[in-house]
């Protein structure tokens, strides 16, 4: 079992006090965003195995079939297939989507093929991987997730009283379900900028005055003024979620992080397509060909409670699995299964893993095929793969 020390990421839209708070420690002023555990090139945890600390990702490639077990290794590859994260967002983050694997794969050959650098800002693809993920809210956490029915938003935008948002309200009104919402969405990103910053800033005046419904987009103007991305979320359906309740975010399915703190768990991708609320590059056409156009709810999940006490959130993918231990002081030691790799997460009060104690924001690292008992009192989270 080893002990996990992590990097936090200082992205602009990060809280500046919550990642502190479950960490124990000073803020330093600087927006703190994100906590990666795991093995993401990008920003691997160390461990120390007696010769100083060293990235995870390495540990993992000198011997994969060791620290993965064989079966995930030859499954997924020579690298941990899941990336566990604290996020903690002090402002929105971007409105986005996702690929999925045949399009993640299609999209990074095509620029490795070009030659477009892997960290040009208007490259879309890090790498060949999908990026489904879940979101578990630790404080409420609120967030837009999917498309609402044409209607909804037909409403909620002709209830604004702009004039210029007229013909969205007749686009959604006069095509079928997906067509409308392909149209509205290609006319937002494609209208020239200058008139839709005056139609944006008049939506954002009648969203202040009127709140309620509308208090969220007002927010969203208020970060990102002129913004088209801020009409496109109001085609979103706006969720709040309330601590241990979740959201699974699949590919194609428009989203938006808007506020709270929460454990995010993903497959081991960094590819993003943005819609908007963002300064950088939107690729308008390759989004169009990412985004699912169909009407969902959020489909809200909760835990499933088994025999053990391990309480499951369900998920349709094997990169990863999430799960949460709600310990109590004087309980019979938990016994975690071991047949694959996985991290586990203190949120809340102490906990012990084998020969570690973790105290809260702390986590660990077991190997496959290692086993331990879990015991203290407090909260948990346990990531790993299915196998």
Known sequence: MDRLVNTVRPYAWGSTTAIPELLGTEPTGEPQAEMWMGAHPGAPSR???????????????????????????RRFGPRLPFLLKILAAGAPLSLQVHPDLVQAREGYEDEERRGVPVDAPHRNYKDANHKPELICALTPFEGLCGFRAPAESAELLAGLGVDPLVPYVDLL????????LREVLTALLTADREGTAHTVAAAAAAAERLGGAYAPYAALAHHYPGDPG????MLLNHVVLQPGEALYLGAGVPHAYLGGLGVEIMANSDNVLRCGLTPKHVDVPEL?????FEASQPGVLRPEASESGEEVYDTPVDEFRLSRYDLAAGAAPVALPGAAPQILLCTSGTARVGQLLLKQGESAFAAAGEKAELSGS?????????V
């Open 378 to 386: 407090g909260t948990v989270f346990r990531a790993t793969v299915v």
């Open 230 to 233: 801020v009409i496109a979320a």
């Open 173 to 180: 009104h006069a095509h079928p379900e997906d067509a409308a």
């Open 47 to 73: 461990v120390d195995r007696g010769a100083g600390l060293v990235p995870l990702s390495e540990v993992i490639g000198d011997d994969p079939d060791a620290e993965l077990g064989a079966a995930v290794a």
């Open 288 to 292: 169009l060909r990412v985004v699912r």
